[in-house]
T-cell receptor, first 114, second 112 residues
Framework: ETGVTQSPTHLIKTRGQQVTLRCSSQ?????VSWYQQALGQGPQFIFQ???????GRGNFPPRFSGLQFPNYSSELNVNALELDDSALYLC?????????????FGPGTRLLVL | AQRVTQPEKLLSVFKGAPVELKCNYS??????LFWYVQYSRQRLQLLLR??SRESIKGFTADLNKGETSFHLKKPFAQEEDSAMYYC??????????????FGQGTILTVHP
């Protein structure tokens, strides 16, 4: 059983560019959540995907969008990058949506916007 | 709006001493709470969740609905407990369904 993996590990972009981050969920998990973690802060929920549909969304603008594929892997896309988007982006997967099912986190992608 | 507060950013204890990491929450429904831990250079991982009423690595946490708290405790701290600890609250309704709301975290340092 493999854990949650994310790619790339690090990324540098310039303001105004677009970025795509990828996440492979743990084997057997159909739910993926994305979080943004700024330096010195706890993770902030961006959105969750369950069986290829967006299942819940936090307070992030529409330029943050996502996809989930039939194999339950997921992408986070951010358009028109801003300096404040610099952060660690975490992906978490779970067996299904629901509080009783624990979320397992990936190692994160560190994004720097210059 | 739901909120999780961890009032201590840093906590230092000596090995063998008791430790308590504080967590208070604000939530209108029935809360589902978790503690996550991040050891140095490792990913965020689940430590325990209140619905399981389990003890992991000697840590326990009791949900106190009256005080809206979910403090993490361990009677005898070990050096390997040094890490960042996050308290998190699950949102089971509305447009933010599936959301874990995290506190800002407490860095625990256990001195030899």
């Amino acid at each position: 059983e493999t854990g949650v993996t994310q790619s790339p590990t690090h990324l540098i972009k310039t303001r105004g560019q677009q970025v795509t981050l990828r996440c492979s969920s743990q084997s057997g998990h159909n739910t993926v959540s994305w979080y943004q973690q700024a330096l010195g802060q706890g993770p902030q929920f961006i959105f969750q995907y369950y069986r290829e549909e967006e299942n819940g969304r936090g307070n992030f603008p529409p330029r943050f969008s996502g996809l989930q594929f039939p194999n339950y892997s997921s992408e986070l896309n951010v358009n028109a990058l801003e300096l404040d988007d610099s952060a660690l982006y975490l992906c978490a997967s779970s067996l299904s949506a629901g509080a009783q099912l624990s979320q397992y986190f990936g190692p994160g992608t560190r994004l720097l916007v210059l | 709006a739901q909120r999780v507060t961890q009032p201590e950013k840093l906590l230092s204890v000596f090995k063998g001493a008791p430790v308590e990491l504080k967590c208070n929450y604000s939530y209108s429904g029935s809360p589902e709470l978790f503690w996550y831990v991040q050891y140095s250079r490792q990913r965020l991982q689940l430590l325990l969740r209140h619905i399981s009423r389990e003890s992991i690595k000697g840590f326990t946490a009791d949900l106190n609905k009256g005080e809206t708290s979910f403090h993490l405790k361990k009677p005898f701290a070990q050096e390997e407990d040094s890490a960042m600890y996050y308290c998190a609250l699950f949102n089971a309704g509305g447009t933010s369904y599936g959301k874990l709301t995290f506190g800002q975290g407490t860095i625990l340092t256990v001195h030899p």
